[in-house]
Nanobody
Framework: QVHLVESGGGLVQPGGSLRLSCAVSQSIVNMYVMGWYRQAPGKQRELVARLPSGSSTNYADSVQGRFTISRDNAKNTLYLQMNSLKPEDTAVYYC???????????WGQGTQVTVSS
């Protein structure tokens, strides 16, 4: 069982920045894939950014150039730096990891991001 705890969400004005963190309960050094998803009210959960092991990062077109996913193996933490935030970025953001290609996915509880003036 892998436990994930997201933090860093909040209310920010358009054009502002936030950094989300996802603390993982075990070593992430060999994690197969780690990523961030989001779900806005009335919409399906969607991929924001993904960091596969040994591969390049993937970003949703809507966040390309504004968001950056990164990891700190020493702290077992995944990050999402969000810049130039827009109202349409408002959603609950979830951390997602998978140990191996055949492992189940694990999700955090989510953190609310609200972009509004």
């Amino acid at each position: 069982q892998v436990h994930l705890v997201e933090s860093g969400g909040g209310l920010v004005q358009p054009g502002g920045s936030l950094r989300l963190s996802c603390a993982v309960s075990q070593s992430i050094v060999n994690m197969y894939v780690m990523g961030w998803y989001r779900q806005a009210p009335g919409k399906q959960r969607e991929l924001v950014a993904r960091l596969p092991s040994g591969s390049s990062t993937n970003y949703a077109d809507s966040v390309q150039g504004r968001f950056t996913i990164s990891r700190d193996n020493a702290k077992n933490t995944l990050y999402l730096q969000m810049n130039s935030l827009k109202p349409e970025d408002t959603a609950v953001y979830y951390c997602n990891v998978r140990n191996t290609w055949y492992s189940p996915e694990y999700w955090g509880q989510g953190t609310q991001v609200t972009v509004s003036s």
